[in-house]
């Protein structure tokens, strides 16, 4: 089965939802088949307007008409992510602490520790750090100084969902991606199709998502499509 991030020939990528105002109502996303492959790695964007949140879900059927749809379990995203160098280090951070900036007030979880940075993944605030502000962890009380204001903003962190559900930020142009495998679904009562739900936000915020489809059964010429005869326009 294809990896997290890995491609194979005659992959396809789908669009599943927009670009939409998730303010307006609820977004469900196209149905699209699995049948024919062993990895979908979900994609969801969010545009330059981002004001509230969306709350994230997964569907799965027994066929692209949404027959005996259901909730889809998932246990983990990948979700924005940057790197935080720091100086003048006291105590030490702990993996999965909130870690707040004393003069931007921005929040983040502490998600991997070096000597001289920090990844983490937003909470609230921004993505822009104040440089030479002071860190400090919420649960071990360790501090140090922001050196910059944070780079490597394309990463994306593994992070535990709860409940089959997890909720997007207030920033813009960020982006989270869910892997789905085929043994995911109920197959032993032939559930071969997913699609994704975006929840509404409370304010206006650009969202779209995308599917990307991975360790296709056909390795030589292109797969069947995963969307049936849904035009695309």
Not at 5 to 28: C, F, M, Q, S
Not at 174 to 199: C, E, Q, T, Y
Request: net charge negative; charged share 15%; aromatic share 8%.
């Amino acid at each position: 089965m294809a990896e997290y991030g890995k491609l194979t020939p005659n992959d396809h990528t789908i669009r599943a939802v927009g670009p939409e105002d998730a303010a307006t109502a609820t977004n469900n996303g196209t149905y699209i088949s699995m049948a024919n492959y062993g990895l979908c790695e979900i994609h969801i964007f969010t545009g330059d307007v981002a004001g509230n949140t969306s709350a994230i879900t997964i569907t799965q059927a027994q066929d692209l008409s949404g027959t005996g749809a259901k909730a889809l379990s998932f246990t983990k995203y990948y979700r924005p992510g940057q790197q935080l160098l720091i100086t003048g280090q006291s105590g030490t951070f702990s993996v999965g602490e909130t870690l707040t900036g004393g003069t931007s007030a921005n929040t983040a979880k502490v998600m991997i520790i070096s000597s001289k940075h920090l990844w983490v993944a937003i909470i609230t605030g921004s993505t822009t750090w104040t440089d030479g502000e002071t860190l400090t962890g919420g649960t071990s009380g360790a501090t140090a100084l922001a050196s910059g204001t944070g780079q490597f903003e394309d990463v994306g962190l593994e992070e535990a969902a709860g409940s089959n559900t997890f909720n997007t930020l207030a920033l813009t142009f960020k982006h989270w991606v869910i892997p789905v495998s085929s043994d995911m679904l109920d197959v032993d009562n032939a559930f071969d199709s997913i699609r994704v739900n975006l929840g509404q936000a409370g304010g206006a915020t650009e969202m779209f998502a995308e599917y990307q489809l991975k360790d296709g059964k056909y390795k030589r010429y292109p797969q069947t499509s995963a969307q049936g005869a849904i035009k695309g326009v």
